[in-house]
């Protein structure tokens, strides 16, 4: 298990931090700021973060790290849309997809967690640089609770993955997203647990880009009475990198 962990672990560092030798269209590095009112860990705390995004026009890689308190998580994960699986017409596009995620949260004294995901999306674009994502998946969480005896292992969980994903872009680099799934970058729930993300950001000539998100999370929407029980807000800044060509 630690051999398998450590080996992915390699492999997703490498795929990321060696994203700007394949110059990318469009890379970002981006800090955020949270402030989160959760039942659970994140009751009124305000989380730091620090994301790098790279785009290719198949493929996207992205790696982050989040820590306050009680909490550190690292992310890392890509997305590819092979040539051979996308229809593309005159006015819109059609792909297929697939995603790999890692995903490791240490809570301080409590716990240490450890998601594999994986997800294949549906993608449909437009040339109004309307896009619309339907994604479905298999998650796998192991999780070490440090107070039981080491005998007990990894507890492990079983979960599908899914999510809509709406995303509207401007001419002046405004763009506003609707997402609902049953994870984030840094949160990865069970299958009953839906994160509802309304946000917008624009990247400006100098490429500074900032952006602000709110979230919403409700448990037992599919099972009972749903109800509300965290609430994310965001606020992004960020730096964007452009590939240039010369005509």
């Known amino acids: ?31 955020d700021l949270s402030y989160a009112a959760e039942r659970g860990f994140e009751r ?5 973060s620090l994301e ?14 989040q820590n306050y308190e009680k909490v550190f998580d690292f992310t890392a994960g890509s997305i590819f849309f092979p040539p051979v699986l996308q229809i593309q017409r005159k006015k819109s596009n059609l792909a297929l997809g697939f995603e790999g995620i890692y995903h490791l949260q240490n ?19 437009n040339k109004k640089d309307f896009s619309f994502r339907y994604l479905i998946g298999y ?20 979960t599908v993955m899914q999510g809509l994903l709406f995303d509207k872009k401007f001419k002046n680099d ?13 949160r990865y729930y069970l299958f009953d ?4 993300d309304f946000g917008c950001s624009r990247i400006f000539k100098n490429n500074v880009k ?21 609430l994310w807000f965001k606020f992004s800044i960020g730096y964007c990198f452009r590939s240039s060509t010369k005509k």
């Not at 051999?3 to 994203?19: G, P, Y």
């Open 139 to 158: 998650g796998r969480k192991y999780t070490n609770i440090y107070a039981l005896p080491k005998s007990v292992g990894f507890l492990v969980d079983n």
């Open 44 to 48: 009124d705390e305000y989380l730091f």
């Open 1 to 31: 298990m630690k051999k398998s962990f450590f080996f992915l672990l390699f492999v997703l560092f490498c795929i990321d931090l060696t994203a700007l030798n394949f110059k990318p269209k469009q890379h970002l590095i981006q800090t």
């Open 52 to 65: 790098y995004f790279a785009d290719w026009d198949c493929a996207k890689a992205f790696t982050g790290i």
């Open 210 to 230: 900032f952006a602000g998100d709110i979230e919403l999370k409700f448990a037992d929407q599919f099972t009972t009475t749903p109800y509300l029980s965290g």
């Open 107 to 125: 809570q301080k004294d409590i716990a240490l967690e450890q998601d594999f995901i994986f997800n294949c999306h549906a993608r449909y674009a």
């Open 193 to 196: 647990f839906l994160i509802h």
């Open 174 to 186: 405004f763009e506003f997203h609707y997402y609902v799934k049953n994870f984030n970058m840094y």
